[in-house]
């Protein structure tokens, strides 16, 4: 059974985090996944691009899958459909990420177990952008 994060955990991980990988981060600044991007670098977030189709966006260099990162990632934030979380959740888990984050949307019940299951806090079917702005 999947575990409901609390508001006071949801603070203490976005007080601890230092980078955040965006999966699904579009270069269109209309989209969701970019003005969220744009929020949490104003914020102080170092953010990671993750998306196979580009090699930059928002002005930093853009991954094609979490894996190739090579640096420490404290929250995975997901911008694909629900049925395509499971394999980010893999990736997540073999990067070693403390926090799988499903967006406003985005739930996976499977994805979220298994993730729980290697350690993961996982927050699930909320935006990341909306939570920091209403807690900070």
Known sequence: MQKIVSMNEIKKILEKSVSIAVVGLSPKENRPSNMVGRYLLDAGYTVIPVNPGHNEILGKKCYPSLTDIGVQVDIVDIFRRSEDVSPIVEEAIAIGAKVVWMQLGIVNH????????AGLTVVMDRCIKIDHNGLF
């Open 110 to 117: 499977q994805a979220a177990v298994r993730a729980e299951e």
